[in-house]
């Protein structure tokens, strides 16, 4: 099975910057998005930041302007940068990429916190 591993989270203050990095163990068979979502406890998960097949993106009306999602060099890497951040944005972040064909892909999660 195919596993997506996130890092690149931790502690910030409000107005910093991170960089979460997603990676997939192998080769994923007709992959129609790449995402990312974040979770607060308590709380529904929620869509960050989507790059389609055709490589547009969109985002949250609470990170646009803010954070931004790509492809990497290595394969089957995907990135969020995430700029002026606000305590509002921590939660735990997941990379997540749909299929045509089969289930969508979870990563374990990266914690981001970010402080006032």
């Known amino acids: 099975q195919v596993r997506l591993v996130e890092s690149g989270g931790g502690l910030v203050q409000a107005g910093g910057s991170l960089r979460l990095s997603c990676a997939a163990s192998?080769?994923?068979?007709?992959?129609?998005?790449m995402a990312w979502y974040r979770q607060v406890p308590g709380k529904q998960r929620e869509l960050v930041a989507v790059?389609?097949?055709?490589?547009?993106?969109n985002y949250a009306d609470s990170v646009k302007g803010r954070f931004t999602i790509s492809r990497g060099n290595a394969k089957n890497t995907w990135y969020l940068q995430m700029n002026s951040l606000k305590p509002e944005d921590t939660a735990v972040y997941y990379c997540?990429?749909?299929?045509?064909?089969?289930?969508?892909?979870w990563g374990q999660g990266t914690q981001v916190t970010v402080s006032s």
């Open positions: 790059l389609g097949g055709t490589s547009l993106t």
């Open positions: 192998e080769s994923i068979f007709d992959i129609t998005v």
């Open positions: 997540n990429v749909e299929t045509l064909a089969g289930p969508p892909y």
